[in-house]
């Protein structure tokens, strides 16, 4: 998936989420704490870690997809 659209994507499904890419390339999201990775999965997995509820709020609209 193009990095920009996955941008947009995670920003859409974590609207909470400040999302970024750094400018070292990494992944980055800041709400109530901030958590980064070198990869669009290591992001995720922490998303999911932190915020389990937006996590199933996401998978649930993908499934609605």
Same mark, same amino acid.
């Given at each position: 998936?193009?990095?920009?659209?996955?941008?947009?994507?995670?920003? /859409?499904?974590?609207? *909470?989420?400040?999302?970024?890419?750094?400018?070292?390339? !990494?992944?980055? %999201?800041?709400?109530?704490? $901030?958590?980064? /990775?070198?990869?669009? *999965?290591?992001?995720?997995?922490?998303?999911?870690?932190? !915020?389990?509820? %937006?996590?199933?709020?996401? $998978?649930?609209?993908?499934?609605?997809?």
């Amino acid at each position: 998936m193009d990095e920009a659209v996955a941008l947009l994507l995670i920003r /859409s499904l974590f609207a *909470g989420w400040t999302i970024v890419r750094d400018e070292c390339g !990494d992944w980055r %999201a800041t709400c109530c704490v $901030v958590v980064s /990775s070198g990869d669009i *999965g290591g992001l995720l997995e922490a998303l999911a870690a932190v !915020d389990p509820d %937006a996590a199933r709020r996401a $998978v649930s609209l993908l499934r609605e997809c």
